[in-house]
C-alpha cells in the first residue's frame, strides 16, 4: 500500500465539517479514505482530528460513524461518549489526565457535560481536587 497525499486543504475541510455536517464528512470520508485519522493544526499544535471535532461538540452521531469506520478513539471522545470505562483506565494510569484539554484547549469535562454522559461527569468531580 503506497503513501499518497492528501491535501492540506481537504484535511481542513474535513475536520471543520465534523464539528457538525455528518453528511458532508459521509461524503468527505467516501472521496477520501485516508482522511480518518488525519489532523489539522488551527495553529499554535493546536491538532484536532474529525473525530476530536466531533467529542468537543457533542456530536455523537459524527463520532459513532468515525469510530465504525476505524478511527483511532481518544481519552476526548471516550469522555463525550460516556465510555466510562475507558475514561477511568486512562486517568487511572495517569491521574493528571483529569485536567487535560482537548483541541482548542477544552478542558476533558467539558467534552463529558456536551455530550451528557453523564456516568463521565459524575466521576471526573468525584475525583476533583
Do not use: C
Not at 465539517?17 to 453528511?23: C, I, P
Not at 459524527?62 to 465510555?83: P, Q, S, T, V, W
Amino acid at each position: 500500500m503506497g503513501n499518497k497525499n492528501i491535501s492540506p486543504e481537504l484535511v481542513q475541510l474535513f475536520v471543520g465539517q465534523a464539528h457538525g455536517d455528518f453528511q458532508k464528512v459521509q461524503e468527505l470520508l467516501e472521496q477520501e479514505p485516508g482522511l480518518l485519522n488525519a489532523s489539522w493544526d488551527w495553529g499554535n499544535g493546536d491538532w484536532e482530528t474529525a473525530l476530536g471535532a466531533a467529542a468537543h461538540m457533542g456530536r455523537k452521531d459524527i463520532a459513532n460513524y468515525l469510530l465504525d469506520k476505524g478511527a483511532r478513539i481518544d481519552l476526548f471522545a471516550a469522555a463525550m461518549l460516556d465510555k466510562v470505562e475507558i475514561v477511568k483506565a486512562i486517568i487511572s494510569d495517569n491521574s493528571t489526565l483529569k485536567d487535560s484539554l482537548g483541541p482548542h484547549q477544552i478542558p476533558l469535562i467539558n467534552h463529558a457535560e456536551t455530550g451528557e454522559a453523564t456516568a463521565v461527569v459524575s466521576f471526573l468531580k468525584s475525583i476533583e481536587n
